[in-house]
């Protein structure tokens, strides 16, 4: 459906392999800012994806369907809202929602079916597997397709990571995702991830990239070498921390590198410019809050809450950051950065051993 009539790297669609792209805008921008995309705006955005032919789109609540609260913000419309302004603006994307167990529940899942979407995301931390088995089962006895999410992939070597991934496989998911959460890994890493899911398990493989150590697209490039055929990106990379894997900039590195996305890049390029970037707070970029952050392995949502912590007490980012990662927190663990705040302001800092990842 491209409008470029003749591919960049001379080779015709139909003789290339194929990658389906997933766009999280809708969701993962959403911590950009601050959950307070309007229905209008989700609109908008969803039908300009759709034109360009992003077969599943993610929206709602940054943290997931259910997080919409003081602790992690209040979005600024409910979910089933921000889903129905979704599914009213295309013509052919499926919208999804992230359900993260112990934030979502069932009940807030079935009020999003009945909103209209017809794929869910069921996210765990790359070690708990096992979490996952109810929303999984449950949302396929109601006819959805279940994508699901490692979070913090990089905390696993590959093999145990792939041993986590076959239980998913077994509770019946269609798409298992190696989730670069704190954007801590380098293409040879997300690679080798992907290369033992494959050997592991028969349910396709999915890759969601954050953009800290400035490798989000080579990341998704060499997960899909390796096998994976599903890939995340948000536009202009709206994400947390440093943003994901750049919508627009996959689908052109894809189609450089020969690869077949389905999706025409001239519109994605237009809602990028002309629709998102207008509605960003300001710009993605890889500071050294985000940096730090994937250097040292955190968690990408503990991006704002380490500035606000370092400000009331006086300190670095720098310093909470490598603490929490040598601490090897994980997202859910957000009351550890005022924890580690304080303790930091009491006493001389010295910087921590980092494990490689």
């Not at 089933?80 to 529940?105: C, F, K, S």
């Not at 494959?198 to 490039?221: E, Q, W």
């Amino acid at each position: 459906m491209s409008t470029v009539t003749t591919p960049s790297n001379g080779v015709a669609p139909s003789a290339r392999p194929r990658v389906t792209l997933v766009d999280t805008t809708l969701r993962d921008g959403m911590s950009s800012v601050k959950h307070q995309f309007t229905t209008e705006n989700v609109a908008a955005i969803a039908a300009g994806l759709d034109r360009a032919g992003i077969p599943t789109i993610e929206v709602a609540h940054g943290i997931g369907i259910g997080a919409s609260s003081i602790q992690y913000g209040f979005a600024a419309a409910t979910d089933p809202e921000y889903v129905r302004a979704a599914v009213d603006a295309v013509d052919n994307a499926d919208i999804a929602v992230l359900y993260v167990p112990g934030i979502a529940t069932l009940t807030e899942l079935g009020k999003a079916i009945d909103a209209g979407i017809r794929t869910v995301r069921v996210a765990v931390h790359c070690t708990e597997a096992d979490c996952a088995q109810q929303p999984v089962e449950w949302a396929k006895e109601q006819g959805l397709t279940v994508m699901t999410f490692l979070m913090m992939s990089h905390k696993l070597e590959p093999e145990p990571l792939a041993e986590q991934a076959a239980k998913l496989d077994s509770y019946g998911a269609d798409v298992i995702y190696v989730v670069d959460s704190a954007g801590a890994m380098v293409p040879a890493q997300a690679g080798a991830r992907v290369a033992a899911l494959r050997s592991a398990i028969g349910a396709d493989i999915g890759f969601h990239a954050h953009n800290n150590l400035g490798v989000g697209v080579a990341n998704a490039l060499s997960a899909a070498e390796q096998g994976a055929t599903f890939i995340d990106g948000s536009l202009r990379g709206l994400g947390a921390s440093a943003g994901n894997a750049q919508t627009e900039v996959l689908a052109a590195a894809f189609e450089r590198a020969g690869w077949d996305t389905g999706t025409d890049l001239f519109p994605l390029i237009d809602t990028a410019e002309h629709v998102v970037a207008p509605l960003m707070t300001e710009p993605q970029i890889v500071d050294e809050t985000a940096l730090v952050l994937g250097y040292a392995g955190v968690y990408s949502t503990f991006f704002h809450p380490t500035k606000r912590a370092a400000k009331k007490f006086g300190i670095s980012t720098r310093e909470i950051l490598l603490e929490l990662g040598r601490r090897g927190v994980i997202g859910g663990q957000e009351d550890m950065i005022i924890d580690v705040a304080s303790e930091l302001a009491g006493r001389t800092y010295e910087t921590p051993a980092i494990a490689a990842v």
